[in-house]
């Protein structure tokens, strides 16, 4: 069964700080990588995507990929509370070209900054 | 450009009853997934289609549940008869069919509540 995992959180950083948010997986065949952040009672809002080894940056995200260890984070600099939030980690099989488009969520990280 | 967007936004029904959901993708996407996240659990998948095809319907839970896409545009999700465990807060997300972009953009969701 195709599973990630996420920390349930909550995670408390102060304002200003870095917040790491880390996923595994255990679908050795997914390729596509995304994070979404989702508010109370919101739909899940894409911020980051992630096809390839290495790291990616857009803004104060960052998404970091290991396909050896399975493994993917999100990394967000100068925390905002305006980032308080949970965060999603979801994988597919998109972009191989085999396999369902589905994606597969974790629980997500519940992150919490404070001011 | 609108996002998708679902419609109700919430229903409350009494068990053995029929509800009727809708989702409309972005406009010019032609994979359109249905999701559930039921209270306490990560969002699951349940279908997906391209166009007005059924690519992958393997989340659906029993065929209580019917989903279509007449013309390849908005999509219809029935749930007849409804039961409690049906309970949750369905998600429609919508995608690019090519150019190598597999971002899933999310709906705000249909809370449906079955009594």
């Known amino acids: 069964q195709k599973e990630v995992e996420q920390n349930s959180g909550p995670l408390s950083v102060p304002e200003g700080a870095i917040a790491s948010l880390n996923c595994t997986y255990s679908d050795r065949g997914s390729q596509s990588f995304f994070w979404y952040r989702q508010y109370s009672g919101k739909s899940p809002e894409l911020i980051m995507f992630?096809?390839?080894?290495g790291d990616k940056e857009d803004g104060r995200f960052t998404a970091q990929l290991n396909k050896a260890s399975q493994y993917v984070s999100l990394l967000i600099r100068d925390s905002q509370p305006s980032d308080s939030a949970t965060y999603l980690c979801?994988?597919?099989?998109?972009?191989?070209?085999?396999?369902?488009?589905?994606?597969?969520f974790g629980k997500g990280t519940k992150l919490s900054v404070i001011p | 450009e609108a996002g998708v967007t679902q419609f109700p936004s919430h229903s409350v029904i009494e068990k053995g009853q029929t509800v009727t959901l809708r989702c409309d993708p972005i406009?010019?996407?032609?994979?359109l997934y249905w999701y559930r996240r039921v209270m306490g659990k990560e969002i699951k998948f349940l279908l997906h289609f391209v166009k007005e095809s059924k690519q992958d319907e393997s989340g659906m839970p029993n065929n209580r549940f019917l989903a279509e896409r007449t013309g390849g545009t908005y999509s219809t999700l029935k749930v007849q008869p409804a039961e409690l465990e049906d309970s949750g807060v369905y998600f429609c997300?919508?995608?690019?069919?090519?150019?190598?972009?597999?971002?899933?953009?999310f709906g705000p969701g249909t809370r449906l509540t079955v009594t």
């Open positions: 992630i096809y390839s080894n």
């Open positions: 979801a994988v597919s099989h998109a972009y191989s070209g085999a396999g369902s488009y589905q994606l597969t």
């Open positions: 997300a919508s995608s690019r069919l090519a150019g190598g972009r597999y971002e899933q953009y």
């Open positions: 406009s010019g996407h032609d994979n």
